[in-house]
């Protein structure tokens, strides 16, 4: 056991120190690529990480300098092509169902419980930003499904989920996965909305999987995004990849996304110091939320006129 974990160690360091240097010169040419075409930006500590995804990927094209490869990946159509398979291999999609409880049960008490008094309510627009492989998502479709259905609220429920990654989304689109991803979810919820594909994957069941589009979106060509307007938005692991500003821009065109009244969910400590007029700040136990308020930066313009 022992032995065999040595052997692994010291082949994961022969084939790190197998990886061909690249220079700070060069490296900073690979960042600002990414930096400027996703707003991802890695830090030093992560040039292994870098030059690993690269070697790999330049191995599997025959490629055998950073240079040729960083010309091939700037150039043409085969360049935009081969781009889209670099991202897929530079993001990361680390994600789980059920992920943060904490926000579910924000959304039931800032959202759900409200809606029955609010009669002209029959849809709900969700939009998953930066959905990984599609676990977010359909653990909102679940919780939010179960309770309209619980409490016979009548609601059409639909779902956007984007990404970056076609990878990412090509899983999402299947809605099968592997067992063991469950463990997080309740039982109520797996009878409910899950079907035995296999002795070991489940598939998310059709009445939910036919009210989710899943969409290639890169956040930072929200401008031109044909997304409509939402009652939640939800954002979370996704902006911490990128510098402040870009998280600003970001956030501040999610806004014109909510209708009145809509929720925008992000990471805990995902952002510090954003002050939209038109957002107020929500308070509930390790959740980071805003709700889209225009009527106070109305009311404020109509005081400022009045006065
Ligand atoms: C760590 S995952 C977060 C998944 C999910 N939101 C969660 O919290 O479990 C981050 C996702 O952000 C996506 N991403 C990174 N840069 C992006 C960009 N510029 N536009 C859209 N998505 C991006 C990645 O592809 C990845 O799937």
């Not at 709900?124 to 259905?149: N, Q, R």
């Amino acid at each position: 056991m022992i032995q065999g974990r040595e052997n692994l160690v010291s082949q994961t360091q022969w084939q790190l120190n197998e990886l061909m240097p690249m220079s700070d010169a060069e490296y900073a040419l690979w960042l600002s690529l990414l930096e400027e075409r996703t707003g991802i930006t890695l830090p030093e500590l992560r040039k292994s990480f870098l030059l690993s995804k690269l070697s790999i990927r330049m191995q599997e094209l025959g490629i055998n300098q950073y240079k040729s490869y960083f010309a091939y990946v700037t150039h043409g159509k085969a360049g935009r092509v081969e781009w889209e398979t670099l991202v897929d291999r530079l993001t990361v999609h680390e994600t789980r169902f059920f992920r943060d409880t904490q926000a579910l049960s924000f959304i039931k008490q800032a959202y759900l419980e409200k809606l029955s008094l609010d009669n002209n309510n029959s849809n709900i627009h969700i939009w998953s930003v930066g959905c990984a492989t599609g676990e977010e998502p359909f653990s909102l479709m679940m919780y939010i499904d179960k309770y309209i259905t619980d409490k016979n609220e009548k609601c059409y429920l639909s779902v956007t989920a984007s990404d970056i990654s076609h990878d990412a989304l090509a899983v999402g689109k299947k809605a099968r996965y592997h067992k063991n991803r469950f463990t997080n979810v309740p039982v109520d919820y797996m009878d409910h909305y899950l079907e035995d594909a296999d002795d070991d994957h489940y598939l998310v069941n059709d009445s939910l999987r036919k009210r989710i589009c899943f969409n290639r979106l890169n956040l930072l060509e929200l401008q031109k995004s044909s997304v409509g307007k939402m009652d939640i938005i939800i954002c979370q692991n996704v902006l911490i990849y990128f510098k402040r500003e870009t998280r600003l821009a970001i956030l501040n065109q999610l806004v014109k996304h909510l209708v009145p009244g809509g929720l925008l969910i992000l990471g805990a400590g995902e952002i510090t110091g954003w002050n939209n007029p038109d957002m107020n700040s929500m308070k509930h136990d390790g959740v980071l939320a805003f709700q889209y308020n225009p009527a106070a930066t109305e009311d404020m313009q109509k005081q400022r006129y009045d006065a």
